[in-house]
């Protein structure tokens, strides 16, 4: 068995005919070709999707006064929350539990944000109070502009946990 | 010219012409459907209620459509069981095998791309959910998420990727696997059947009308048990997709439920990655394992395989059940350990006491029962099966709001 085969890669390796290094000279242009189809087809399938692209854009969330302190604020058409801490500092997390993206609700009687999927629970900062939520949910940039409150619904931040640093503060 | 005993029910259960029938249900009444679906946010939810309202038999087109997708799924599935365990996966059938899996998890995507089109509340969430699963990959989970959606979240280009793949890239997939399928099927001589003893059974006899007579009985039993599921139960169509409520529960489609239920037990890394993508490539590369005897065409391989088959399903039925309430209402392991990362306290620690506990199992039957390597693999391929099919029915039935378990007849 082996011999044949031998046999066989010598017949193979007869000297290069003109045919032969013809074909040879077609690979370098043809996989050339081949990897601009590629390319071009990868770069049409990553901006085809119309991407938005992520600005930073705050909306206008309300005025100052319009949350009392140690309360819940949802804004469902932006998909936030505004929460305003008993100290009155100001925080706003994403809706989506961080769980499965499911959108979470606010338990106004139990003070407590409950996920609807798999029953997570977080705390009015955000901190998960009862599994499987793997972590806080998401903050969102929060600013006060002479007493108005701006929200970027569209650059979640991912944390852990809740720490101050993350509260928005009025400077007074 | 195939042999007679082939044509026989129970060697088959006509499982494999089902399916190639179903799917050309489905490519009929899909391009039917494409003739009004609008798949674009705005517009798909509403071209659904204008076909079921005012379209003649338009309600009644999706309903096929609907139900004639969940069998296909089912079928599928049940196939590659009777595959399994008539041992028709050796020698010639190897690569046979590769090409069913593939072809499964391709009815399966087919199904799961065409659930979000409704564009309903059940679709928007079902997916929301399970495309998160994937944001558990470590590293590249949350690009890849993003990858699939076209965005970061479920919006217009989800809709039109999950479109395209519907009713385009995955149909074309199919048929061309199909293809390949039947051929290899015809390569290997047939379906399989076991080795007869004595010459007289071996009649051969012609496909034409033989094959075909019975293969046409059962598309039309089929065809009429699918019509009555149309007629009788409608397609499931919620309220329009709301991003900002989550219907409670929200749960993934049926098929998909076994690794919803899972995923409270287990870290979703284990439970909707690592666990389900080793229980695929293990599938995959089945028949390529060294087996003792290389039986085909035996239920179950023999009175040996039988008996120990039946003993793993008891045992999967017997202990999932109070595993699950044990950990629903005993165990709680973000407490009991709260110094380690969840994805090791409650993915890697209860991972690898399943897949000790399995391998306790493996060599328990393999003593116990004298099996040889064939009858063992299957008693664990048999104890999984139950398993999963518990999980999904425990998911699907036992499971209500916050997805608590309760009975749904109180």
């Known amino acids: 068995m082996t011999k044949h085969k031998k046999n066989k890669i010598k017949i193979e390796e007869q000297p290069e005919s003109r045919r032969s290094f013809l074909n040879k000279v077609w690979i370098g242009p ?134 101050n640093s993350q509260v928005t503060y009025l400077e007074s | 010219m195939i042999p007679e005993r082939a044509l026989k029910f129970s060697v088959t259960w006509g499982l494999g012409g089902m399916a190639a029938l179903l799917f050309v249900v489905q490519a009929l009444t899909g391009i039917l459907l494409r003739f009004v679906y609008q798949p674009f946010p705005g517009k798909a939810y509403d071209s659904i209620v204008y076909l079921k309202n005012e379209i003649f038999f338009g309600d009644l087109i999706r309903n096929v459509h609907h139900w004639s997708g969940t069998f296909l799924v089912l079928i599928v599935f049940l196939h590659l069981l009777r595959v ?66 076209g965005g970061p979240e479920v919006g217009t280009s989800t809709l039109l990727i999950f479109y395209n793949f519907h009713t385009g890239i995955l149909p074309l997939l199919i048929v061309g696997l199909m293809s390949f399928h039947f051929w290899r099927v015809r390569k290997a001589g047939g379906v399989a059947i076991a080795e007869s003893e004595s010459g007289e059974d071996n009649k051969i006899v012609t496909t034409i009308p033989n094959l075909v007579l019975r293969e046409f009985v059962v598309a039309l039993i089929l065809i009429a048990v699918i019509l009555v599921f149309a007629i009788l139960f409608d397609a499931p169509l919620m309220n329009k997709a709301n991003p900002a409520f989550s219907p409670n529960p929200a749960k993934a489609p049926w098929y998909f439920e076994g690794v919803q239920e899972l995923m409270l037990h287990f870290h979703p890394l284990f439970a909707a990655i690592i666990i389900p993508l080793m229980v695929i490539t293990i599938l995959i590369f089945l028949p390529y394992f060294k087996y003792d005897s290389k039986i085909s ?27 699950i309430l044990f950990d629903e209402y005993f165990m709680d392991v973000s407490t009991n350990f709260n110094s380690l990362p969840p994805a090791i306290s409650n993915g890697l620690i209860p991972f690898l006491i399943t897949l000790i506990l399995l391998t306790g199992f493996y060599q328990f039957t393999k003593r116990k029962f004298e099996t040889n390597k064939e009858e063992t693999i299957q008693a664990l391929f048999v104890l999984v099966l139950v398993i999963f099919i518990v999980l999904t029915l425990i998911s699907i039935i036992f499971r209500g709001e916050g997805m608590a378990l309760m009975l749904p007849w109180i």
């Open chain 1, 30 to 163: 043809g996989t050339l070709a081949g990897i601009e189809v590629l390319g071009i087809s990868i770069n049409f399938l990553l901006h085809s999707s119309g991407k938005e692209k992520d600005i930073a854009s705050y909306v206008v969330a309300g005025n100052v006064d319009d949350f009392k302190p140690n309360s819940v604020t949802p804004f469902r058409s932006g998909r936030f929350y505004i929460s305003r801490l008993s100290d009155g500092g100001f925080l706003a997390m994403s809706l989506k539990c961080t769980h499965l993206g499911c959108s979470v609700g606010w338990n106004e009687s139990e003070n407590k944000f409950v996920c609807p999927c798999h029953s997570s629970s977080f705390e009015i900062n955000g901190n998960v109070t009862s599994a499987p939520a793997p972590r806080a949910l998401d903050l969102l940039p929060l600013i006060i502009e002479n007493g108005i409150v701006k929200v970027n619904a569209r650059a979640p931040i991912k944390r852990q946990r809740f720490s």
């Open chain 2, 297 to 323: 065409g035996v239920w179950f391989l023999s009175d040996k395989g039988k008996q120990t088959s039946k003993i793993s399903a008891l045992i999967g039925l017997i202990i999932t059940p109070p595993l």
């Open chain 2, 84 to 149: 399994y365990f008539t041992g028709a996966y050796h020698g010639k059938r190897q690569f046979n095998w590769v090409l069913g899996v593939f072809l499964l998890l391709l009815v399966v995507f087919s199904n799961f791309t065409g659930y979000l089109l409704p564009w309903d509340q059940l679709a928007y969430w079902a997916i929301t959910v399970s495309t998160s699963m994937l944001s558990y990959i470590p590293f590249i989970g949350d690009s890849l998420v993003e990858m699939v959606r």
